[in-house]
Protein backbone atom coordinates (compact mmCIF):
# COMPACT_ATOMS: atom_id res chain seq x y z
CA UNK A 1 0.00 0.00 0.00
CA UNK A 2 1.54 3.45 -0.36
CA UNK A 3 -0.64 5.80 1.82
CA UNK A 4 -1.84 9.28 0.28
CA UNK A 5 -3.29 9.96 3.90
CA UNK A 6 -3.49 9.13 6.95
CA UNK A 7 -6.73 7.54 7.32
CA UNK A 8 -5.13 5.28 4.55
CA UNK A 9 -2.61 4.00 7.36
CA UNK A 10 -6.03 3.86 9.82
CA UNK A 11 -7.71 1.66 7.62
CA UNK A 12 -4.47 -0.51 6.01
CA UNK A 13 -4.52 -4.54 7.87
CA UNK A 14 -0.88 -4.25 8.07
CA UNK A 15 0.57 -4.83 11.87
CA UNK A 16 2.32 -2.46 13.89
CA UNK A 17 6.29 -2.86 13.91
CA UNK A 18 5.79 -3.78 16.93
CA UNK A 19 4.16 -6.53 16.42
CA UNK A 20 6.28 -7.29 13.57
CA UNK A 21 9.18 -7.60 15.50
CA UNK A 22 7.30 -9.73 17.77
CA UNK A 23 6.29 -12.10 15.27
CA UNK A 24 8.86 -12.05 12.66
CA UNK A 25 11.74 -11.60 14.93
CA UNK A 26 13.78 -7.97 15.58
CA UNK A 27 16.80 -8.88 13.21
CA UNK A 28 13.57 -8.48 10.45
CA UNK A 29 11.81 -5.29 11.39
CA UNK A 30 15.17 -3.35 11.67
CA UNK A 31 16.77 -4.92 8.68
CA UNK A 32 13.26 -3.36 6.88
CA UNK A 33 13.60 -0.30 8.80
CA UNK A 34 17.54 0.11 7.31
CA UNK A 35 16.37 -0.61 3.77
CA UNK A 36 13.36 2.33 4.36
CA UNK A 37 15.70 4.63 5.71
CA UNK A 38 18.55 4.25 3.26
CA UNK A 39 16.46 5.43 0.47
CA UNK A 40 14.76 8.18 2.08
CA UNK A 41 17.97 9.38 3.84
CA UNK A 42 19.38 8.91 0.37
CA UNK A 43 16.74 11.30 -1.24
CA UNK A 44 18.14 14.41 0.52
CA UNK A 45 21.66 16.53 -0.65
CA UNK A 46 23.25 16.88 2.57
CA UNK A 47 26.51 18.34 3.53
CA UNK A 48 26.94 14.71 5.54
CA UNK A 49 25.01 11.50 5.05
CA UNK A 50 23.83 9.43 7.86
CA UNK A 51 26.01 6.76 8.55
CA UNK A 52 24.84 2.97 9.50
CA UNK A 53 25.15 3.70 13.06
CA UNK A 54 23.14 7.12 12.91
CA UNK A 55 20.44 5.30 10.95
CA UNK A 56 20.57 2.07 13.65
CA UNK A 57 19.97 4.87 16.67
CA UNK A 58 16.84 6.78 14.64
CA UNK A 59 15.37 3.54 14.28
CA UNK A 60 15.74 2.21 18.26
CA UNK A 61 14.31 5.84 18.79
CA UNK A 62 12.05 5.29 16.87
CA UNK A 63 10.70 1.70 17.63
CA UNK A 64 10.75 2.92 21.34
CA UNK A 65 8.64 6.77 21.09
CA UNK A 66 6.51 5.04 18.10
CA UNK A 67 6.12 1.06 18.68
CA UNK A 68 1.98 1.64 17.26
CA UNK A 69 2.92 2.72 14.22
CA UNK A 70 2.91 0.48 10.90
CA UNK A 71 5.06 0.21 8.19
CA UNK A 72 2.58 2.66 6.47
CA UNK A 73 2.72 5.32 8.66
CA UNK A 74 6.87 5.36 8.14
CA UNK A 75 6.27 5.03 4.46
CA UNK A 76 3.60 7.96 4.53
CA UNK A 77 6.09 10.24 7.06
CA UNK A 78 8.45 9.69 4.32
CA UNK A 79 6.99 10.61 1.82
CA UNK A 80 5.83 14.01 3.49
CA UNK A 81 9.12 14.87 4.59
CA UNK A 82 10.15 14.51 1.00
CA UNK A 83 8.02 16.57 0.00
CA UNK A 84 9.01 19.30 2.33
CA UNK A 85 5.99 19.23 4.38
CA UNK A 86 7.62 19.63 7.39
CA UNK A 87 10.57 22.40 8.47
CA UNK A 88 13.18 23.04 5.61
CA UNK A 89 16.18 20.75 5.46
CA UNK A 90 19.47 23.22 5.70
CA UNK A 91 22.57 21.23 5.35
CA UNK A 92 21.55 18.07 7.32
CA UNK A 93 19.36 15.22 7.33
CA UNK A 94 19.97 13.21 11.08
CA UNK A 95 18.66 11.71 14.16
CA UNK A 96 17.53 14.46 15.88
CA UNK A 97 16.00 16.47 12.75
CA UNK A 98 14.12 13.04 11.77
CA UNK A 99 12.39 12.69 15.31
CA UNK A 100 11.30 16.16 15.38
CA UNK A 101 9.70 15.74 12.08
CA UNK A 102 7.95 13.03 13.94
CA UNK A 103 6.74 14.74 16.53
CA UNK A 104 5.03 17.05 13.96
CA UNK A 105 3.95 13.74 11.59
CA UNK A 106 2.75 12.92 14.95
CA UNK A 107 0.54 15.88 15.77
CA UNK A 108 -0.94 15.60 12.14
CA UNK A 109 -1.85 11.55 12.97
CA UNK A 110 -3.08 12.49 16.46
CA UNK A 111 -5.57 14.99 14.77
CA UNK A 112 -6.57 12.44 11.94
CA UNK A 113 -7.41 10.10 14.89
CA UNK A 114 -9.37 12.72 16.79
CA UNK A 115 -11.64 13.35 13.64
CA UNK A 116 -12.00 9.57 13.03
CA UNK A 117 -12.97 9.16 16.48
CA UNK A 118 -15.66 12.26 16.52
CA UNK A 119 -16.73 11.20 13.27
CA UNK A 120 -17.69 7.19 14.04
CA UNK A 121 -19.19 8.52 17.01
CA UNK A 122 -21.45 10.78 15.74
CA UNK A 123 -22.43 8.17 12.82
CA UNK A 124 -23.39 5.82 16.20
CA UNK A 125 -25.64 8.01 17.19
CA UNK A 126 -27.09 8.92 14.70
CA UNK A 127 -27.74 5.26 13.64
CA UNK A 128 -28.47 4.44 17.83
CA UNK A 129 -31.67 6.59 17.21
CA UNK A 130 -32.70 4.66 14.62
CA UNK A 131 -31.83 1.12 15.79
CA UNK A 132 -33.06 1.43 19.55
CA UNK A 133 -36.38 2.63 20.30
CA UNK A 134 -37.74 2.95 23.72
CA UNK A 135 -41.19 3.53 22.99
CA UNK A 136 -43.35 2.08 25.71
CA UNK A 137 -40.43 1.43 27.53
CA UNK A 138 -40.69 1.70 31.58
CA UNK A 139 -38.18 2.11 34.17
CA UNK A 140 -37.45 -0.70 36.73
CA UNK A 141 -39.38 0.96 39.18
CA UNK A 142 -42.13 0.90 37.48
CA UNK A 143 -41.80 -2.78 36.17
CA UNK A 144 -42.18 -3.82 39.89
CA UNK A 145 -45.31 -1.99 40.33
CA UNK A 146 -46.88 -3.82 37.29
CA UNK A 147 -45.03 -6.95 38.42
CA UNK A 148 -47.11 -6.61 42.19
CA UNK A 149 -50.16 -5.49 40.41
CA UNK A 150 -50.07 -8.74 37.87
CA UNK A 151 -48.88 -11.03 40.84
CA UNK A 152 -52.62 -9.95 42.77
CA UNK A 153 -54.57 -11.03 39.23
CA UNK A 154 -54.70 -7.13 37.52
CA UNK A 155 -55.24 -8.40 33.89
CA UNK A 156 -54.34 -5.10 32.35
CA UNK A 157 -50.94 -5.50 34.43
CA UNK A 158 -51.00 -9.42 33.41
CA UNK A 159 -50.92 -8.13 29.64
CA UNK A 160 -48.05 -5.90 29.96
CA UNK A 161 -45.76 -8.05 31.19
CA UNK A 162 -46.12 -10.78 28.29
CA UNK A 163 -44.03 -10.54 25.74
CA UNK A 164 -45.36 -9.14 22.12
Not at 81 to 107: N, P, S
Not at 138 to 161: M, P, S, T
Request: aromatic share 12%; glycine share 6%.
Amino acid sequence: MQPKTVNDVFSSFSPSISEIGKIFGEAIINANMVNWFNGFVSFFSTNGTMNGSQIAVTIALIREEYPHYKPDDLKLFFKMAMKGMFEKVYGRVDGEVIMRWLQEYDKIRDKAAQESSINDAIRFKDRSTEVFSFEGSVGFEEYKKIKERAEKGDKEAIKLLQKP
